[in-house]
């Protein structure tokens, strides 16, 4: 049972690393056009302790689906991570206000359908 955890623990730790970044991204403003601009951004957005936490995430999750690897198989545990596009999906509705559309509410349910069988035996 705690190998789930670990596996559900990558998708929150992943999950949590995209709501960040996009929501850093969206406060630094619009991406320059020059490359010593760029370069600047992003060395900025580097050192911003928020993206750093979100990179810190990614690591967590990383090392937590290392330990959840130690005891279920790949081919079973993978498709769970289907789980952060339908999480993504609703903190980007919830949080950013992009829009909730048929053809995206449809592909949540193909992922859906596609974690139950996926994830058997």
Known sequence: ????????????????GQVVIKWQVLAAGAFPADTPGKLLFLGKLLVNPWIVLALAAALGA???WMAAMTRLELSHAYPFMSL?????????????????T??????LVLISAGIIVGSQG
């Open 1 to 16: 049972m705690i190998s789930y955890a670990y596996v559900f623990l990558t998708i929150f730790l992943t999950v949590f």
């Open 84 to 100: 952060a596009f339908v999480l993504v999906f609703a903190c980007s509705a919830l949080f950013f206000h992009e829009p909730v």
């Open 102 to 107: 048929l053809p995206k509410v449809a592909g």
């Open 62 to 64: 990383a090392v937590s």
